[in-house]
């Protein structure tokens, strides 16, 4: 594509060399440059794209972005602008053509449920047609899948992968919508189909410093819908966002279990192997049973077959496909073993995640519940005593241990977790090591106990200063079984 299409609407402040140019790709990255392609340096809190112009240049860049004043290079054009983080998007969206004007694109936003809701949503349009997507886990384009590294990633990539999508005949693309994404200029220059916000409960304190901030960055998705808004009205913010959409020239609706909502879960019942309950659509009642365990997760399916319907499936379609839905990987994960032990690994890592699973096993738990949790390090250090709180208040046993501590000494986080425990009782034990504290937990194993392994899910390492170790909670579990006589 031509340099100057490339440029269109980017405000800059000087250009250095030729700009009737063709360019071939685009990367802020410059391990990943081609021949004939466009550099973007970006300035990130550790590592500056601006120190590896050279390197970029020996792969074959031909073209650089800057936003600070360097040295220049014959042959070699440099385009100076404001802020390049900012600029990108609109680059991206230049180079590939504005894809998401030719995609169906779904986000989902809130503190928990966003990974299920996504995973829901594509379950249940994929009948009917390709439904790319974007996430925690892993991003699919329609062909094949791709482990994730951010939740929402560089706005570069999403319409990277937009573009993909669209070439392998993806009619939509459901994505997590992350805070971080909101703030930190991902997904400019991106407009959404729909918009769906599941919860908001206190994390990422340590990014946005106050729940408010937190509240906002949130609130901004839903200004960048086309056509309809979704919240959870039974979240004190989900009907604060509601009613402020109402006020925009947008379709607007609510599900909930507790207040009257469009979609309404009634009549709810939880078992060890589906859950069921009674929707509510203008007072017309169906029956809704699915795989999908915890009392949390009703909210997750009810946005998802609120989004679907909404999106032009019929009610009857959704429900019947509601009842083969498959949970995601590291949320309600159950270890499979021949030793009758029944353990699973949950992703819940902020204080509410973790009392919502908490209470959804107890109706389902026969005995005791064991709960094996961490916190992150480098991360909301105001949710650790809470989160002790809610462990030892809602499960028989705790025992506390290492998560990924990043560059904190792993007591010190424990030590945190410790003050919110009461430590006249004796139901909690302290392991540092994570594969211990596993161990410790199969040992105390006593029939129709429950052993939930919190935090990290679906991660399959963990992470102690600048390196990142293979661990992954499932298969550790799964080896301490098989070597149990």
Same mark, same amino acid.
């Given at each position: 594509m031509e340099l100057l299409k490339i440029l269109k609407d980017v405000e800059i402040l000087s250009v250095n060399g030729q700009v009737d140019i063709d360019i071939e790709d685009i990367s802020y990255d410059s391990r990943k440059v081609k021949q004939n392609s466009m550099f973007l340096?970006?300035?990130?809190?550790?590592?500056?794209?601006?120190?590896?112009?050279?390197?970029?240049?020996?792969?074959?860049?031909?073209?650089?972005?800057?936003?600070?004043?360097?040295?220049?290079?014959?042959?070699?054009?440099?385009?100076?602008?404001?802020?390049?983080?900012?600029?990108?998007?609109?680059?991206?969206?230049?180079?590939?053509?504005?894809?998401?004007?030719?995609?169906?694109?779904?986000?989902?936003?809130?503190?928990?449920?966003?990974?299920?809701?996504?995973?829901?949503?594509?379950?249940?349009?994929?009948?009917?047609?390709?439904?790319?997507?974007?996430?925690?886990?892993e991003i699919y384009n329609g062909k094949k899948t791709i482990t994730s590294i951010n939740t929402t990633p560089e706005s570069l990539d999403i319409q990277k992968n937009l573009n993909e999508m669209i070439k392998n005949n993806c009619k939509y693309c459901v994505m997590e919508v992350s805070s971080h994404a909101l703030v930190l200029n991902r997904i400019d220059n991106i407009d959404y189909e729909a918009a769906i916000f599941t919860n908001l409960t206190q994390d990422h304190l340590d990014f946005h410093k106050t729940l408010e901030n937190y509240k906002n960055a949130k609130e901004k998705l839903f200004y960048k819908t086309k056509s309809i808004n979704i919240f959870n009205i039974d979240d004190k913010v989900g009907e604060e966002f509601f009613n402020k959409s109402l006020n925009r020239d947008i379709k607007t609706y609510t599900y909930g279990v507790e207040k009257e909502a469009d979609f309404k879960a009634t009549n709810i019942k939880l078992y060890d192997d589906r859950t069921e309950y009674d929707l509510i659509?203008?007072?017309?009642?169906? $029956?809704?049973?699915? *795989? =999908?365990? @915890?009392?949390?997760?009703?909210? %997750?399916?009810?946005?998802? /077959?609120? &989004?679907?319907?909404?999106?032009?499936?019929?009610?009857?379609?959704?429900?019947?496909?509601?009842?083969?839905?498959?949970?995601?990987?590291?949320?309600?994960?159950?270890?499979?073993?021949?030793?009758?032990?029944?353990?699973?690994?949950?992703?819940?890592?902020?204080?509410?995640?973790?009392?919502?699973?908490?209470?959804?096993?107890?109706?389902?738990?026969?005995?005791?519940?064991?709960?094996?949790?961490?916190?992150?390090?480098?991360?909301? $250090?105001?949710?650790? *005593? =809470?989160? @002790?709180?809610?462990?030892?208040? %809602?499960?028989?046993?705790? /025992?506390? &241990?290492?998560?990924?501590?990043?560059?904190?000494?792993?007591?010190?986080?424990?030590?945190?977790?410790?003050?919110?425990?009461?430590?006249?009782?004796?139901?909690?034990?302290?392991?540092?090591?994570?594969?211990?504290?596993?161990?410790?937990?199969?040992?105390?194993?006593?029939?129709?106990?429950?052993?939930i392994i919190a935090g990290k899910g679906h991660e399959n390492y963990q992470i102690k200063g600048n390196k990142k170790y293979f661990f992954d909670d499932k298969l550790i579990a799964k080896k301490i079984l098989d070597e149990k006589e």
């Open positions: 340096c970006i300035r990130g809190n550790t590592v500056d794209g601006h120190n590896y112009i050279d390197d970029a240049i020996q792969k074959g860049a031909i073209a650089i972005l800057i936003d600070k004043k360097i040295s220049y290079k014959k042959g070699i054009t440099y385009i100076r602008v404001n802020n390049v983080k900012e600029v990108m998007a609109i680059i991206g969206k230049n180079f590939f053509q504005n894809p998401c004007q030719k995609i169906n694109l779904i986000g989902v936003t809130g503190t928990n449920g966003k990974t299920s809701t996504v995973s829901f949503i594509k379950q249940i349009l994929g009948y009917d047609c390709k439904v790319g997507s974007i996430g925690t886990i659509i203008d007072k017309q009642k169906y $029956k809704v049973s699915t *795989p =999908i365990l @915890g009392n949390f997760n009703v909210y %997750n399916t009810l946005a998802a /077959i609120t &989004t679907c319907i909404l999106l032009g499936v019929s009610c009857e379609d959704v429900i019947k496909r509601v009842q083969n839905l498959k949970s995601v990987s590291g949320r309600l994960d159950k270890v499979e073993n021949d030793k009758n032990v029944n353990i699973i690994v949950d992703y819940a890592h902020t204080p509410d995640a973790l009392l919502n699973i908490l209470k959804s096993a107890r109706l389902f738990t026969k005995n005791r519940i064991i709960l094996v949790f961490g916190c992150g390090g480098n991360r909301d $250090k105001a949710k650790r *005593p =809470i989160m @002790g709180k809610i462990a030892q208040q %809602n499960a028989d046993i705790s /025992i506390i &241990t290492s998560d990924n501590p990043r560059f904190e000494k792993e007591m010190d986080i424990i030590e945190d977790i410790l003050c919110g425990i009461d430590k006249t009782l004796d139901n909690y034990f302290v392991v540092q090591d994570r594969e211990d504290s596993i161990k410790k937990a199969i040992e105390l194993y006593e029939v129709g106990d429950l052993i």
